[in-house]
């Protein structure tokens, strides 16, 4: 077994935001236990080519409130080859780096779990995705960002579809899942949400349009997951305006604002407790888990801070609580 020194750190696939959050987090816990810190630029196309850098505190500083990611990202298909693979561990070698974090999604983690069979690297997943598809956790990070900015775009087309008694079609990111349809559909107040999870009839969705209109609705939001099986929402538009000749439609296709922005304070939240929780590289050999002082430590802070906000909650009218403190939380 190897010894870890060096830890290496890089996003893969779609960005979303909260990466550079999760970052952060992570450099930051990595320094706190004493490990060196790399930077893998371009995901596994970064670590084929070599381009990795040394990381520091101050090397994250100022990015938690900014979307995409710093040590930018790409899909590579070179990765999928052993040849690639191998070529990505020599370069790993010249730097001592002997354990990774991976912040990605399900292609990342593929080629990650393949990685460390193969090489014997232990590597950390930290669940990096807008479409919230990752088995093992409620929500990934990314997610909380893309439903509000889908809402938000929901409410203001939703004015002008009321202002013209309009139909919309608003197609949103979601190849296989309909998560972001879904959550911001409801939020929304969506007449119709279309997803890849259940089967679209076209006829069945004309039928309902009809019976809004004949209690006088005049207006509506159809949110289309652009994995439907009916097809994209310019497709589901054509089929239900060739159905109802009479009534007025128009198709929103949100495309890549769903990636971009500054990240919610949920999604940095749960960015920054990722990073510092899953760490779990103990000074040591390779391939040893388990939680650090560090990591334990994080986890009672946040334990405390919420108890004592439920304690808060729970006191009698008239009851002043105390001002609570938050250790060992760096900004």
């Known amino acids: 077994m190897k010894r870890i020194e060096n830890i290496g750190v890089f996003t893969s696939g779609g960005d979303s935001p909260g990466m550079n959050a999760a970052i952060r987090a992570v450099v930051r816990t990595g320094i706190w236990e004493g490990f060196d810190m790399f930077g893998i630029y371009r995901g596994y196309e970064g670590m084929i080519d070599g381009q990795i850098e040394p990381l520091f505190s101050h090397s ?7 979307g995409g990611t710093i040590l930018k990202t790409a899909r590579s298909k070179r990765f999928m080859t052993f040849e690639g693979r191998a070529q990505a ?11 990774l974090v991976a912040i990605g999604g399900n292609g990342t983690f593929t080629g990650a779990a393949e990685f460390t069979k193969e090489f014997d690297i232990p590597v950390i997943g930290l669940p990096g995705t807008i479409d919230n598809d990752l088995y093992g956790t409620d929500y990934t990070i990314g997610f909380d960002t893309a439903i509000n900015t889908v809402i938000e775009a929901a409410d203001k087309i939703r004015d002008t579809a009321t202002s013209h008694d309009r139909l919309f079609f608003i197609q949103v990111m979601g190849r296989d899942s309909g ?6 559909g409801v ?11 259940t089967k679209t009839y076209i006829d069945n969705l004309t039928r309902l349009v009809k019976h809004d209109i004949r209690k006088n609705k005049t207006s509506g939001i159809v949110i289309v997951a652009e994995g439907d099986d009916a097809g994209d929402a310019e497709s589901v538009a054509a089929q239900v305006k060739e159905r109802l000749p009479e009534l007025e439609t128009r198709v929103t296709i949100l495309g890549h604002i769903q990636r971009g922005g500054s990240p919610t304070a949920r999604d940095r939240m749960l960015a920054s407790m990722l990073g510092c929780f899953d760490q779990s590289l103990e000074r040591g050999t390779a391939g040893g888990y388990g939680r650090t002082d560090q990591q334990t430590d994080c986890l009672h802070t946040i334990r405390r801070s919420h108890q004592e906000s439920q304690r808060n909650h729970s006191r009698p009218a008239g009851d002043v609580a105390g001002p609570g403190t938050v250790e060992g939380l760096k900004t």
Not at 191 to 197: G, K, N, Y
């Open 60 to 66: 994250v500083s100022n990015i938690i409130q900014r």
């Open 89 to 99: 561990y020599e370069h790993l070698m010249k730097h001592n780096i002997h354990a």
């Open 179 to 184: 998560y972001i349809a879904l959550w911001s």
């Open 187 to 197: 939020a929304s107040g969506a007449e119709f949400i279309l997803i890849p999870e």
